[in-house]
C-alpha cells in the first residue's frame, strides 16, 4: 500500500478505527455514499470536487462505485488529503487576519462567516456543530488559540 510519507503508525490506528465503524460487517468495502462522512470522522474535509478526483486515483479497475471503497483505498484516499491539511500555524494565521485588534477571540458570528467562505461548501449542519464545538462565552466569543488546540488534539 503507498501511503504519503507523513502518515504516522498512530494515524493509521485512526483510519482503521475509522473505516470499521463504516464496515460493521465487516465486508471490506465501505460504500461512496459514506465515503464523506468518513473522511470528515477524520477531520480531512474534502470538497465533492476533491473527492471525486481523490476517488478516480486509486479506482484502478472502475469498480469502486458498484463495489465500495476498500481499507486500503481508504488509506490511500485518507493519507493523499492528508497532505492538505492545515497546520496549526497556518489555522492561527487565518483567525489573526479576522481579530486585526489581535484580542484573542473571534464572534460566532465570524466564525460562521469564515467557515461560510471556505473552498468546500460545508452544510449548515456541519458550520452549526464546528461553532458549537468551538465552546463561546455567553457573550459569543471564541477564544481561538483554545478552539485551535482543541481541534488539532483530537486529530
Do not use: H, W
Not at 5 to 28: A, H, I, M, S, W
Not at 30 to 59: G, Y
Amino acid at each position: 500500500m503507498k501511503l504519503e510519507n507523513y502518515v504516522t503508525p498512530e494515524r493509521l490506528v485512526e483510519y482503521r478505527e475509522v473505516y470499521d465503524f463504516f464496515d460493521p460487517d465487516k465486508k471490506g468495502r465501505i460504500p461512496c455514499e459514506i465515503l464523506l462522512t468518513a473522511l470528515r470522522k477524520l477531520f480531512l474535509m474534502p470538497s465533492n470536487c476533491e473527492l471525486e478526483e481523490l476517488l478516480r486515483s486509486v479506482d484502478t479497475n472502475n469498480s469502486i462505485l458498484s463495489e465500495g471503497v476498500s481499507y486500503e483505498q481508504f488509506c490511500q484516499i485518507s493519507s493523499k488529503k492528508e497532505k492538505d491539511v492545515l497546520s496549526e500555524q497556518d489555522i492561527l494565521n487565518a483567525f489573526s487576519l479576522i481579530d486585526s485588534e489581535g484580542r484573542g477571540y473571534v464572534t460566532t458570528d465570524d466564525l460562521r462567516q469564515l467557515l461560510c467562505n471556505r473552498g468546500d461548501q460545508l452544510s449548515e449542519g456541519e458550520i452549526t456543530a464546528l461553532i458549537k464545538a468551538a465552546k463561546a462565552t455567553g457573550s459569543g466569543q471564541v477564544d481561538y488559540k483554545a478552539f485551535i488546540n482543541d481541534m488539532m488534539s483530537r486529530n
